[in-house]
């Protein structure tokens, strides 16, 4: 499976940027999809997963309420739809796939090229 990612860029803080995830191969109903994101200088964090088949979402509480995971299993993506940014949001994000659930980025054995989201105050 590749993965790639894209919808980064510059926004002021309260705006809005949908993300989207392009996967090659098939990508099994157990799979879990996930976006993680790594600001300069800190360690990549888990943003949100979404289980491919049930459609089951699962968010860090950062971002809870603000950002919505979807996928859509005939175009084989799934996008991260971000509201009301703020600049702690300012990362490169990235999109992977995981076998089952997890918030630990090293569960995700496929990974997409970051896209860069950057937040003005």
């Known amino acids: 499976v590749q993965l790639q990612a894209s919808g980064g860029g510059l926004v002021q803080a309260g705006g809005s940027l949908r993300l989207s995830c392009a996967a090659s191969?098939?990508?099994?109903?157990?799979?879990?999809m996930g976006w993680f994101r790594q600001a300069p200088g800190k360690d990549r964090e888990f943003v949100a997963a979404?289980?491919?088949?049930?459609?089951?979402?699962y968010y860090a509480d950062s971002v809870k309420g603000r950002f919505t995971i979807s996928r859509d299993n005939a175009k084989n993506t799934v996008s991260l739809k971000m509201n009301t940014l703020k600049p702690e949001d300012s990362a490169v994000y990235y999109c992977?796939?995981?076998?089952?659930?997890?918030?630990?980025?090293?569960?995700?054995?496929?990974w997409g090229l970051g896209t860069l989201v950057t937040v003005s105050s």
């Open positions: 979404i289980r491919w088949g049930a459609g089951t979402t």
């Open positions: 191969g098939r990508i099994f109903s157990s799979a879990v």
């Open positions: 992977a796939k995981s076998r089952y659930y997890s918030r630990e980025d090293y569960e995700y054995h496929y």
